[in-house]
């Protein structure tokens, strides 16, 4: 793939849905040294791809949006609604809280 300058780099990351789809976000990145550009400002897009994954850290959580919980929050969730479906099966089982039209 060709060299590009900034604004074509940007292009190209948005084209592929990539964060740092602006030449804003391009210019940070290079500042920051983040990517890689040649002596005349060229930047290599495949290099340059590889070299934004590795370097930029992970977007933080927008505020109100739940983290993915932790194992453990995930096991105590599992086991009440396992407790929870016991439970209304032993009432099903022993006709506990069914009308008289109902039972089978």
């Not at 920051?32 to 791809?49: L, N, S, Y």
Request: without cysteine; hydrophobic residues 35%.
């Amino acid at each position: 793939m060709a060299w590009m300058n900034q604004s074509e780099y940007a292009r190209h990351r948005a084209s592929r849905g990539l964060p740092g789809g602006t030449r804003q976000a391009v210019s940070q990145a290079v500042r920051a040294g983040r990517i890689h550009v040649d002596a005349d400002g060229e930047i290599d897009p495949v290099r340059a791809d590889v070299e934004w994954a590795r370097n930029s850290a992970p977007p933080p959580t927008a505020r109100g949006q739940r983290r993915r919980p932790a194992p453990a929050d995930v096991e105590r969730a599992v086991q009440r609604i396992a407790d929870a479906v016991r439970d209304e099966m032993r009432r099903i089982a022993h006709g506990v809280g069914m009308d008289e039209e109902q039972e089978p």
